[in-house]
């Protein structure tokens, strides 16, 4: 404002203003002085308020933040949104690196505009420690989808992928002689990614037994020494398919002592379903003719000339599900070797009584006495062993009805016979059993073949001689009147 009077002052001392000032347009000219100084000074007090409204402007601008709520939590203030998802980034792969697993994090996350000191901005670290602290988060997995449900998910696709290839591989390795046509699952299958916690994913070797078998229930057989498919399959009630279906990778001919195989039967949430082209060899089965002797029973058949099967080769389609064959289409066929005809001798001779005659027979007479009855190993042997090769048949000691044809325990397969009198008899470690329970049969009649089933170190049939259901020595009786 000095300035300005200065100026003004000046201007009305100058001798030529004085002069145009005393002439008749004096009082114009003051008035037009007196506006040039109102916008002089109201001009400097504008542009004050100018600079000072770009000052408050300016630190208004370098003050604006964005408030971060996680789920209405607050989690800090920061100048910049992408900042902040860098850190967010960054803390969720370290998660992911944790957790083998891809995540998705489930807090509702919040930006709110804000103004902050640079004082009440927060650190990386106070950002991440609330994170921390504050977040939730599910795993993206991959679930195995069967028919439209969910039967299990693992962490990664690969794992999900292996799994089913691992699904696949038994009956991929079954087809190793096979052209393949096709090799799918029975069942609609696809991978889907889904959010699950981390308590919801399953173990590997568990979800692929849970779908192979369709339970989690074990039950397993230890394989012993004489045991076979058949065998193991007739002690446990199942038939030698289903035993094949519950072991898969095993193979049915090779199995050896400490094996273990499953006794469930799998019914499987996935099915694998195989198309396949082979050439395979059948058997073409032989003819029996019979020739009739007198001196055989009109029961007893003693083999002449043995059988034979034929040989053909079969080219075929077949289909297969989990291992089975469940359709066949023969496409050609070709004789290879043809079948020879087995000839049997059958008695004339009526058979004796089937009743104990009282007094005993060696049961197996072509054979030779490997272990006598009495102490034996440690331990005490009931009967005697009388060895001959397997498929040697065993005779009746004496007539009677049969009361146990079966798989008895250490015996292996076994008969029992009771004659009458409070004697019964007993033939372990049999083959094959031809006679059934409450048959009856006459002393010298073939009842069984030699074997080594049970607990057996070769064939030969252990001979059981019991009075009231306690054993006695069979050497006292066999021979000599019992009753």
Same mark, same amino acid.
């Given at each position: 404002?000095?300035?300005?009077?200065?100026?003004?002052?000046?201007?009305?001392?100058?001798?030529?203003?004085?002069?145009?000032?005393?002439?008749?347009?004096?009082?114009?000219?003051?008035?037009?002085?007196?506006?040039?100084?109102?916008?002089?000074?109201?001009?400097?007090?504008?542009?004050?308020?100018?600079?000072?409204?770009?000052?408050?402007?300016?630190?208004?601008?370098?003050?604006?933040?964005?408030?971060?709520?996680?789920?209405?939590?607050?989690?800090? !203030?920061?100048?910049?949104?992408?900042?902040?998802?860098?850190?967010?980034? *960054?803390?969720?792969?370290?998660?992911?690196?944790?957790?083998?697993?891809?995540?998705?994090?489930?807090?509702?996350?919040?930006?709110?505009?804000?103004? &902050?000191?640079?004082? $009440?901005?927060?650190? %990386?670290?106070?950002?991440?420690?609330?994170?921390?602290?504050?977040?939730?988060?599910?795993?993206? &997995?991959?679930?195995?989808?069967?028919? *439209?449900?969910?039967?299990?998910?693992?962490?990664?696709?690969?794992?999900? +992928?292996?799994?089913?290839?691992?699904?696949?591989?038994?009956?991929?390795? %079954?087809?190793?002689?096979?052209?393949?046509?096709?090799?799918?699952?029975?069942?609609?299958?696809?991978?889907?990614?889904?959010?699950?916690?981390?308590?919801?994913?399953?173990?590997? +070797?568990?979800?692929?037994?849970?779908?192979?078998?369709?339970?989690?229930?074990?039950?397993?057989?230890?394989?012993?020494?004489?045991?076979?498919?058949?065998?193991?399959?007739?002690?446990?009630?199942?038939?030698?398919?289903?035993?094949?279906?519950?072991?898969?990778?095993?193979?049915?001919?090779?199995?050896?002592?400490?094996? $273990?195989?499953?006794?469930?039967?799998?019914?499987?949430?996935?099915?694998?379903?195989?198309?396949?082209? &082979?050439?395979?060899?059948?058997?073409? /089965?032989?003819?029996?003719?019979?020739?009739?002797? !007198?001196?055989?029973? #009109?029961? $007893?058949?003693?083999?002449?000339? !043995?059988?034979?099967?034929?040989?053909?080769?079969?080219? &075929?389609?077949?289909?297969? +599900?989990?291992?089975?064959?469940?359709?066949?289409?023969?496409?050609?066929?070709?004789?290879?070797?043809? /079948?020879?005809?087995?000839?049997?001798?059958?008695?004339?001779?009526? @058979? /004796?009584?089937?009743?104990?005659?009282?007094?005993?027979? #060696? @049961?197996?007479?072509?054979?030779?006495?490997?272990?006598?009855?009495?102490?034996?190993?440690?331990?005490?042997?009931?009967?005697?062993?009388?060895?001959?090769?397997?498929?040697?048949?065993?005779?009746?000691?004496?007539?009677?009805?049969?009361?146990?044809?079966?798989?008895? =325990?250490?015996?292996?397969?076994?008969?029992?016979?009771?004659?009458? =009198? *409070?004697?019964?008899?007993?033939?372990?470690?049999?083959?094959?059993?031809?006679?059934?329970?409450?048959?009856?049969?006459? %002393?010298?009649?073939?009842?069984?073949?030699? *074997?080594?089933?049970?607990?057996?170190?070769? /064939?030969?049939?252990?001979?059981?001689?019991?009075?009231?259901?306690?054993?006695? #020595?069979?050497?006292?009786?066999?021979?000599?009147?019992?009753?």
């Amino acid at each position: 404002m000095t300035k300005i009077k200065l100026i003004i002052t000046r201007i009305m001392q100058n001798q030529r203003v004085k002069k145009f000032l005393s002439n008749q347009y004096a009082v114009h000219i003051s008035v037009l002085v007196s506006v040039t100084i109102f916008v002089l000074i109201f001009s400097h007090i504008l542009n004050i308020f100018q600079v000072q409204a770009a000052m408050i402007q300016e630190h208004e601008l370098a003050i604006r933040c964005y408030e971060i709520y996680f789920d209405g939590q607050y989690i800090g !203030s920061i100048r910049n949104k992408q900042n902040f998802n860098e850190i967010l980034e *960054g803390f969720k792969e370290s998660l992911q690196e944790q957790s083998h697993a891809e995540i998705s994090i489930s807090n509702q996350i919040e930006f709110l505009e804000g103004h &902050a000191e640079d004082t $009440e901005i927060s650190t %990386q670290d106070e950002i991440v420690a609330r994170i921390k602290s504050q977040i939730q988060y599910n795993l993206l &997995a991959y679930g195995v989808k069967v028919d *439209g449900k969910i039967m299990g998910e693992l962490r990664t696709l690969d794992e999900a +992928e292996s799994l089913l290839n691992d699904i696949r591989a038994p009956y991929e390795s %079954q087809l190793e002689n096979s052209e393949i046509i096709s090799l799918d699952f029975a069942e609609e299958v696809e991978i889907v990614q889904v959010e699950v916690s981390e308590y919801d994913i399953d173990n590997y +070797e568990q979800l692929l037994a849970f779908l192979q078998k369709g339970t989690t229930e074990e039950r397993i057989h230890v394989v012993e020494s004489g045991d076979n498919l058949w065998v193991i399959a007739d002690q446990y009630h199942l038939t030698v398919d289903e035993l094949i279906s519950a072991n898969p990778t095993v193979d049915p001919v090779l199995i050896h002592p400490g094996d $273990e195989l499953s006794l469930i039967i799998p019914k499987p949430f996935i099915g694998v379903q195989t198309v396949e082209m &082979a050439t395979i060899e059948e058997k073409i /089965p032989f003819d029996t003719e019979y020739e009739y002797v !007198s001196w055989l029973y #009109n029961d $007893e058949y003693s083999t002449k000339i !043995s059988g034979e099967y034929g040989v053909k080769e079969v080219e &075929a389609k077949i289909v297969k +599900e989990n291992g089975l064959e469940v359709a066949r289409e023969v496409l050609s066929e070709e004789v290879v070797e043809e /079948p020879i005809t087995r000839v049997v001798y059958n008695g004339t001779q009526t @058979p /004796p009584p089937k009743k104990g005659t009282g007094s005993f027979i #060696n @049961p197996l007479p072509t054979g030779y006495v490997t272990s006598r009855y009495g102490s034996r190993w440690g331990g005490f042997h009931y009967g005697i062993d009388i060895g001959a090769k397997t498929g040697t048949a065993i005779k009746a000691a004496d007539g009677g009805e049969v009361i146990y044809a079966g798989w008895f =325990g250490d015996y292996g397969y076994m008969v029992e016979i009771d004659h009458g =009198g *409070g004697f019964t008899t007993r033939y372990g470690h049999c083959s094959q059993i031809y006679v059934s329970v409450g048959e009856k049969v006459y %002393q010298g009649k073939t009842i069984a073949a030699v *074997g080594s089933t049970g607990y057996s170190t070769g /064939p030969h049939v252990h001979f059981e001689v019991r009075k009231y259901g306690s054993p006695v #020595n069979p050497d006292y009786y066999i021979g000599t009147q019992y009753r």
